[in-house]
């Protein structure tokens, strides 16, 4: 995994913010997730490279935010410097729905405790950014941890090592990659 | 009394019956000439008692026939009677008037209205102990005023006497209404004020910027506050900055709300003698702030613009407000100060070309005035302090002049150059075309960076004119002249595409910024200073 651009100089990402994972989501075999946490606490849920969604010959068919009959993370508002009214998210609280042509569909997870302050609209419209840029512009969402909560919000998640640990397991016990 | 007429001996015979002090007394006749209330206590005291005894030797003969008279002639007595305070029904008129004259000569009793601040301390003496704190405190000042704050509870006595004052002469109609009353502050200062004057050798301006409060409290009497609550509750809320519920405010709005009749069951009219005295609290010294401005460059890339503290532990060496500020704070000998800057920029931007201006409110100095020369010297000292900053333009201003600074904050526009680099190879033809975009449109949502702290928000904004240099491959200079307001960071790097559009869509490449300079903001306040 890339974690500098060419330039030999941190990107905008490894300067600001820690990634943090979490893998085989609701024990789904390599449905891993990134999270990218800002040192000012904010937290950007992403997938992780590894996601059967980003592995090549994919494609998208449609991205979903209603996850349920009364709810849908488009209708999310937040107002103010405190940004009441966010939806609370708990770990497990399914952020979106993803379907592919091959019929697959994918649950993507919030994996964080804390306050949703805004989902990416654009791969509504553009879902392809979601598999080019996964880590920026593909972004799924960006909550808010509790102020007391900004430490341990992590502290079930692993870390950029245990993440590679986890990938060179999979590829020595497994002979075919997660597809 | 000259001042003093007819309609008055009731008045001043009811208050000093009551225990009022003789400045008390002018005060309820609406005695508006402030040198009579800088006339000695004793003086005063023999000059109302002598005016109260005026016509009443008739008096005391009528009282005495009043038992063996038949009822027919009652009628006329009860005329006569009028002039007899009504809380005196064991005694004749004339002898509670001796009694009155008999204790304020060897003693003053405590007032039972002002609770004697009229009485013990507006005199030499006094304004000689005001004037050794204000000495010691050691401030610079061409003049002074003086402030002066009470118990609360002196406006439940004050309204007590109101009503006892309207009650014995309400018969007659008595023409003046409340507002006419001196205030017991009023009369203080018009006593005080050429006392500390001369003492201090400068003159008193209401306007001064040098404020001598002197507190008083009563301890004996807190209470008497008190059943304003049950009649009242909604007046006394508890406020988080205030140790007791009955503030002064509160308590006058309550005695506004409050019925006569409720009153006067709850509390004695007059009010009730008490044993002590009211003490000082405390004399403070206050002299209101001192402001100065100035443009400020910044030429590290490792200065916070403010003091970076977290949890009590300081994250960053120094700040450009504290090598400002260090030297200000130090020569005006202020108590705190409050910095402010049209906009700011990050820790590592530098501020190049004019600066950008700030203003610093220095708080509680005791040394306010300065010459040109001397601030000319400052500037000196501060630049030669720290080749981090440099300051110039510095200035003394006025309040008002504060304003300016945030006008820059949203009206007007900033020059930047930012050193952009590219993932894909350019050459200089690839970016000739960003020399000819003009008033660019840009929406940027609140920066992840600080959305932590900032309410959730679309933000459009211009990027008026920009100018590319290439410097090689992968890198060029960029210098932009945006809107107030703009986050060239994000403009650069798109911030996860939440600023559309950015800088990556224009090159259609990754694009990110290693290093950003205000080069100008445009605001031209404060005014240039000529070296």
Redesign the interface.
Known sequence: MATEDQQGAPSVVDRYYTRWYKTDLKSKPCEDHCVLQHSNRICIITLAESHPILQNGRQIKSINYQISANCSRLQNKVSGKSKRGGQFLTELAPLCRITCMDGEEYTVFSCIRGRLLEVNEDILTNPSLLQEKPSTEGYIAVVLPKFEESKSVTQGLLTQTEYEDILSKRRSTTPEPCS | MHLLKEKDRPVVRVLLNAGCCPRCVLRFCCVGLQSTYRQSYKDLMKELTDFARVGECKKSNAETEEENDPPCKKIKLEETEDFIPESDKNGTVTNSTQECLTLQKDEPKTCVVCLGVLQHFCDKDFAKQMSRVVESANYQFSSLVVSVSLPAQLSVREHATWLLVKQEVGQQGFSSGKDDVIQVKEAYKWIIHPLISEELGVPVDGKSPFEVSVAFTHSETDGDCHFLASVCSNCFKPAKNKQSVFTRMAVIKALEKIKEEDFRKQFSCPPNSPETKCEVQDIQCLHSPLYVAGRYNKYSRTLPQTPWVIDGERKMESSVEELISEHLLAVSRAGGLNFSSSGREDVDVRTLGNGRPFAIELLNPHRATFTKEEIKNLQQTINKSSDKIKVRDLQIVTREAMVHMKEGEEGKTKCYNALI?T?KAIQTSDIEFINNIKEFKIDQ?TP?????????AVRPRVIHTMRAEFLDE?HFRLYLKTQAGTYIKEFV??D??RTKPNLCNLMST?T?I?ELDVESVDVDWPPAIED
């Open positions: 680099w993932e949502k992840l960076r600080v959305l932590h702290r900032r309410p959730l992968h790097h798109g996860f595409g990754v990110d290693l």
